[in-house]
């Protein structure tokens, strides 16, 4: 026992000032990319050409980051001419649209729906529902109830039930065979509720879009309130996600 304390004791407080203290993370961290609206157009071609995402319009040379994995191959092969990676984490938007971007992100506050600052800002319960996610999104989700992120210090809990949550954050690309749980899930969650889609999988389909497996996004199945895009996205870009829109 004395051993425990004088553990905790030299640890210190780990838990993150975050947000009132900035973050700076680590320069192979990808976030926001920044695109190059000068750069020749043979170099967006092969850029759009490469994307394995098909997440690049070379006609208005836009990014669609509800749909990229953040490989970094178009800013290899442009050496950062037409797409550069920054380190903010800050991706999410309340409408779809928004994602397809040159690296220019509306602010998100600004686009809250229905309220829901005053009918959640002080206590958010969710359900986590992975529709066939590869665990990464998942992995990250958990991370958030660590010490360092200590999500329970805002009043955002992730609840056992459908029936005690005031809604659902959505990973994977939704299987064929996911649908029902979710769609059941969904119906439980009583009224008003909030669905976030989180990573590119339950936002696009991800990697997986075009299977006749998956579904084309989470929107097409029901209205999504909050996209936060990634593969998977960063614990600080779920968490800026959750503390802007409903904090
Ligand atoms: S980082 Fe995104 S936009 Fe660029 S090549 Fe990869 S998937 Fe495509
Ligand atoms: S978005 Fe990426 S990390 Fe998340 S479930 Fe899909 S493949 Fe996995």
């Known amino acids: 026992m004395l051993n425990t304390l004088k553990n905790r004791f030299e640890q210190g407080y780990r838990t ?17 990319p920044k695109v190059s609206s000068n750069a020749p157009a043979d170099v967006v071609k092969l850029c759009a050409d490469e994307c394995p995402q098909n997440a690049i319009n070379p006609g208005n040379k836009m ?11 178009c ?3 442009s050496e950062g001419r037409f797409v550069s990676f920054s380190r903010n984490f800050e991706l ?17 506050s600004k686009h809250s729906k229905r309220n829901f600052k005053a009918l959640f800002g ?6 986590q529902v992975s529709a066939a996610g590869c665990n990464a999104c ?26 005690h949550a005031d809604g659902i954050v959505v990973t994977g690309p939704i299987s064929r065979n996911m649908k029902t749980a979710l769609l059941k899930t969904y119906e439980a969650v009583p009224s008003p509720k909030v669905v976030i889609a989180a990573g590119s ?26 996209f936060i895009p990634g593969c998977p996205p960063h614990p600080l870009t779920y968490l800026h996600a959750l503390l802007t829109y409903f904090k």
């Not at 993150?16 to 926001?32: A, D, Q």
């Not at 998942?138 to 459908?162: C, K, M, W, Y």
């Not at 879009?209 to 097409?220: C, F, N």
């Open 16 to 32: 993150s000032r975050y947000p009132k203290e900035k973050i700076e993370l680590p320069s192979p961290y990808r976030g926001l």
């Open 63 to 73: 990014i669609d980051i509800g749909k990229c994995v953040f490989c970094g191959t």
């Open 75 to 77: 800013e290899r092969l």
């Open 92 to 108: 999410a938007v309340s409408m779809k649209e928004h994602l397809i971007t040159d690296g220019d992100l509306p602010s998100l």
């Open 122 to 127: 002080r206590s958010l319960q969710l359900r």
């Open 138 to 163: 998942e992995a990250d989700l958990n991370v958030l109830a660590t010490p360092f992120f200590d999500l329970a210090r805002f009043g955002i809990n992730f609840v056992a039930s459908p029936r």
């Open 201 to 226: 999988c339950s936002i696009t389909g991800g990697p997986f879009a075009g299977s006749h497996e998956v579904s084309p996004g989470l929107d097409s199945l029901i209205p999504v309130d909050l």
